[in-house]
């Protein structure tokens, strides 16, 4: 193998498909001809992955050189961390998401919050970078490419992402980590290919349409091109807001009925006006409902991310979220996930709210905090949770993350 590596990490979940970080794939040419790739398979899934001990053990096959990885989850950057500590002759060079994020921020490491409990290695550097940027070409300039790790069996389920671009273009949700960090390295796909779909898998492809709020614009160009096949189904995050939602209807209209196969992923939050005013949402509750409408109506599946944790619930709140529950359609969503508030680091919750004491921590890194409310805010949250599982009921909608959330409140 060649002394400069390029690593990437894929894992089986769960439900048994495989999450496919390719954070390389638009410049697989360009490393190739630096040197030779490496999948790593990390467990995902794994209820221990916070735990040490688990990134101890994963041997690399050079011991000098310099090794590029993709980083989309912090176990990731952190098994990066522990590599450089084993392999000093070995020069790491880690990018991606959650590397991102923390790229223009090491001032505020030395922060009471965010403070390093240990010095960085002098062989291992953090980048905001793109692949590109490092190797002085342009952005998008190489053809897209996917080499499915040999480990995958053909026929199976995989996942993988296609950027679209690097960042959120609405930038204020209060609890996102990718909202709140300051990307220098801003990067736009300005053509779309189907590269995607021309590569050889005998098997079932979610792809991953890369980018923290797909824009109307992003709506009206890219979903008429994408293929539509019984073997590939593509997810993305939009916000139920009136300019995407007149974007999704112009399509719809221009696709006469072919559409494909779209998960939609809807940031809800808590469905109440005052709350999203709080959290800075720009959408209202009649806008909403036409989004969602508009999806069952023309087969679109929904994912719908409610959060509860909030520190700042009035009894209003409760009957706009028993009304917005009572008002969605039969089977209008698909899948409710219903989690617990986290302050990611370097976000205005995680300044605002009570728990950092608590916080996560990989090696040097910290991780965020489940946040903390009082009694009062407790019994808010709880009755937001009851609601929300009885109208789920109702209306056959699954609904995933409760027991646990119910369970930490009671």
């Not at 090491?106 to 970078?129: A, R, Y």
Request: hydrophobic share 35%; with cysteine; glycine share 6%.
């Amino acid at each position: 193998m060649a002394d400069t590596i390029f690593i990437q990490f894929y894992s089986k979940t769960k439900s048994g498909w495989f999450d496919l970080c390719n954070g390389f794939s638009d410049t697989v040419d360009l490393c190739k001809k630096k040197g030779d790739f490496l999948w790593i398979e990390h467990e995902a899934d794994n209820d221990k992955w916070y735990e040490e001990e688990t990134y101890q053990n994963r041997p690399l096959p050079i011991k000098k050189g310099t090794v590029y990885v993709s980083a989309s989850y912090i176990n990731q950057l952190y098994q990066a961390f522990v590599w450089a500590k084993q392999y000093p002759d070995i020069k790491f060079i880690v990018g991606g998401p959650v590397a991102a994020e923390r790229s223009g921020n090491i001032s505020d490491w030395n922060s009471v919050h965010f403070k390093l409990e240990e010095d960085l290695p002098s062989n291992f550097f953090i980048t905001g970078q793109s692949v590109e940027d490092l190797f002085g070409v342009p952005n998008f300039s190489g053809k897209w490419e996917l080499d499915i790790p040999e480990e995958i069996p053909q026929g199976s389920r995989i996942y993988f992402s296609y950027t679209l671009e690097n960042q959120c273009y609405w930038k204020k949700c209060p609890f996102c980590s990718i909202a709140q960090h300051s990307i220098n390295h801003f990067r736009k796909r300005k053509k779309m290919g189907q590269e995607f779909y021309h590569f050889e898998f005998k098997g079932h492809r979610i792809v991953r349409l890369n980018t923290g709020s797909i824009t109307p614009e992003h709506i009206k160009l890219i979903l008429p091109s994408l293929p539509n096949s019984e073997d590939i189904e593509y997810r993305f995050f939009m916000r139920a807001a009136k300019a995407e939602t007149n974007a999704l209807a112009q399509v719809i209209t221009q696709l006469h009925g072919n559409i494909p196969n779209c998960t939609l992923g809807f940031g809800i939050e808590y469905p109440s006006d005052r709350m999203w005013k709080y959290l800075n949402k720009g959408t209202k509750m009649d806008e909403v409902f036409d989004t969602i409408e508009l999806c069952k109506k023309n087969g679109f599946k929904v994912n719908a991310n409610v959060i509860l944790g909030w520190n700042n619930l009035i009894d209003q709140d409760l009957k706009d979220l028993e009304f917005f529950m009572a008002t969605l359609s039969e089977n209008a969503v698909t899948t409710l996930q219903l989690r617990w508030l986290f302050a990611h680091p370097f976000t205005k919750i995680h300044e605002d709210y009570d728990g950092v004491e608590n916080s996560l921590k990989l090696g040097p890194f910290n991780c965020g905090f489940n946040v903390r409310v009082n009694e009062r805010q407790k019994q808010l949250n709880l009755a937001a949770a009851n609601i929300i599982q009885e109208k789920c009921i109702l209306k056959n909608i699954k609904l995933e993350g409760y027991k646990n959330l119910a369970k930490g409140l009671i």
